[in-house]
């Protein structure tokens, strides 16, 4: 490794716009975090502003910049984001077709089950590694053709890390961690898949030219870099999808380590040597795509309401929403083992392995003697439960033990959060003490790619951190929690689900 200037990573996040510019050694010099400015369509889509987002960005890598000085010098930027949020913009000019989707809106879902109709299930699932649903960028490109026939004409999708690379560089690339969120993507052969987007009626060209993470697509012009406060000529690179950068700064390239990424979602994510995807993997039912490592692939589970249900939690207690201090007191009251509450986390449907759109979440349990302490435990508790459910898939896939799990974001600073998942899990769980994981990983990918790191093991090597806080099972109340998991959280799975289809039929609008 040469001694080179900082490097800087940018992470464009569901709820937050961050940049930070960071040593070779891993160590942060400066980070700027900004909210992520969410608008709603008068329909009631959810939506980003290309552009308001894109000022958003700079003036967070503005500040950050001032660390290195006027026209300091940085090895690189690479740029995370989260993974099927995209727009169109046009092939030529660049200017936005569309506005930016974030993978979170439903909008899609007619176009999710279109892709369901055409394509063969097994083949298309060993090609791209996903299950069609109206988070993958397929179906919200073939959603904006439904409302303008004409929007797909001589554009390009970019997801959001793209879109930024493209306003720092005027580059058109994604790279392979994104492009396989697409459901276009072979991640077996790394291209576009040109048959199965030509029956669809798209040109191969509505996706941009994929490279392997960290590569540099560009480098900044002269008028970007003095907008920035940055050196012309900075080496640009796609680091890729959020969680799996974010586990590269764990270092959880292997089946030995696991990545638990914590925060409004939650993704439990492990790392294993590039091969053909089949049938096992595809009963998993976990996802599948390349890594942000070269020669790695990666398995991935998620609950989409892990931060979002304490969120919910903190409303619906009080108003107005209660404290993070106020409730770690509640969780203070609470007793050390099991509640006997099952939660079932599922305020917008189910991820990966058991993805199911419709169900909804549920309590059962309940008694006069339970109050608010037990159930704000129930929920951490539940929340658990389900990142229990995908460590299981996942040591069934890949024929691996996983009993060390190593964690980072914002739900790691609850200790009550953190010693249920270990009492529930039965694993070490140990915290990254670097709060900025993906910021992190974006900042190593990239150097990787510019050539500052020789490979991918080295600059883990070169940014390892020392074990932050470590919660070790209670062999007692984990028997307990396994006896709820398996005897209820599990046996109400089939019924829960049942329910939710039996509830979509009602006849609501003639009540």
């Known amino acids: 490794m040469t001694l080179e200037g900082p490097l800087l990573g940018i992470d464009v996040g569901t709820t937050h716009c961050k940049a930070g510019l960071f040593r070779l050694d891993g160590d942060p010099i400066s980070v700027s975090s900004r909210p992520t400015p969410l608008r709603r369509s008068p329909e009631g889509n959810a939506f980003y502003d290309p552009q308001e987002l894109w000022a958003t960005v700079a003036a967070a890598i503005r500040e950050v910049g001032e660390g290195c000085g006027q026209g300091g010098t940085i090895s690189a930027i690479g740029i995370a984001s989260m993974a099927e949020t995209g727009l169109l913009v046009d092939r030529k000019s660049g200017a936005p077709r569309s506005p930016l989707i974030p993978w979170f809106d439903p909008a899609a879902t007619p176009q999710a089950e279109l892709l369901k109709r055409e394509g063969d299930h097994s083949e298309r699932f060993i090609r791209s590694g996903i299950r069609p649903n109206f988070k993958c960028s397929l179906?919200?490109?073939?959603?904006?053709?439904?409302?303008?026939?004409?929007?797909?004409?001589?554009?390009?999708?970019?997801s959001t890390a793209d879109y930024i690379a493209?306003?720092?560089t005027g580059v058109m690339a994604t790279d392979y961690s994104l492009a396989g969120r697409t459901y276009a993507f072979r991640i077996d052969q790394k291209i576009w898949d040109e048959a199965w987007?030509?029956?669809?009626?798209?040109?191969?060209?509505?996706?941009?030219?994929?490279?392997?993470?960290?590569?540099?697509?560009?480098?900044?012009?002269?008028?970007?870099?003095?907008?920035?406060?940055l050196s012309t000529e900075t080496p640009v690179s796609i680091a890729g999808h959020?969680?799996?950068?974010?586990?590269?700064?764990?270092?959880?390239?292997?089946?030995?380590?696991?990545?638990?990424?914590?925060?409004t979602a939650e993704a439990l994510i492990g790392g294993f040597e590039e091969?053909?995807?089949?049938?096992?993997?595809?009963?998993?039912?976990?996802?599948?795509?390349?890594h942000v490592?070269?020669?790695r692939n990666y398995w991935m589970g998620g609950l989409s309401a892990a931060g979002g249900s304490v969120e919910w939690l903190r409303a619906i207690l009080d108003e107005p929403p209660l404290s993070y201090s106020e409730l770690d007191a509640l969780l203070e009251g609470a007793s050390p083992g099991p509640t006997g509450i099952l939660y079932f986390p599922y305020l917008s449907g189910s991820g990966s392995p058991h993805n199911d759109l419709l169900v909804r979440g549920a309590i059962t349990g309940l008694s006069a003697t339970h109050g608010r302490s037990d159930l704000t435990k129930a929920v951490l508790e539940g929340t658990a439960y389900e990142v229990e459910f995908i460590r299981r898939a996942a040591e069934r896939a890949t024929g691996s033990a996983i009993r060390q799990i190593t964690a980072s974001g914002g739900g790691t600073h609850n200790r009550h959060w953190m010693q249920t998942k270990a009492d529930v899990s039965g694993c070490r769980l140990e915290v990254l003490p670097m709060p900025e994981a993906t910021l992190l990983g974006a900042t190593l990918v990239a150097g990787v790619g510019c050539g500052v790191f020789a490979d991918a093991a080295q600059a883990i090597n070169a940014a390892r951190q020392a074990v932050g806080e470590v919660y070790l099972p209670d062999a007692g109340r984990h028997q307990g929690y396994i006896d709820l998991y398996e005897r209820g959280f599990l046996h109400l799975q089939a019924p829960l689900r049942q329910m939710a289809r039996e509830i979509e039929k009602l006849p609501w609008d003639d009540r």
Not at 210 to 228: E, F, K, N
Not at 279 to 288: A, F, P, Q, T
């Open 197 to 229: 987007l030509g029956h669809l009626g798209l040109e191969i060209r509505i996706f941009p030219t994929p490279l392997p993470s960290g590569t540099t697509v560009g480098r900044i012009g002269p008028d970007i870099a003095a907008a920035m406060g």
């Open 242 to 263: 959020d969680h799996v950068c974010a586990a590269f700064a764990a270092g959880a390239i292997d089946p030995g380590l696991v990545f638990d990424s914590m925060g």
């Open 293 to 295: 490592v070269k020669g």
């Open 275 to 290: 091969r053909s995807l089949g049938e096992n993997e595809l009963r998993s039912g976990l996802v599948y795509g390349c």
């Open 139 to 158: 179906a919200k490109v073939l959603w904006l053709r439904e409302q303008d026939k004409g929007v797909t004409q001589a554009a390009t999708w970019l």
């Open 166 to 168: 493209y306003c720092l």
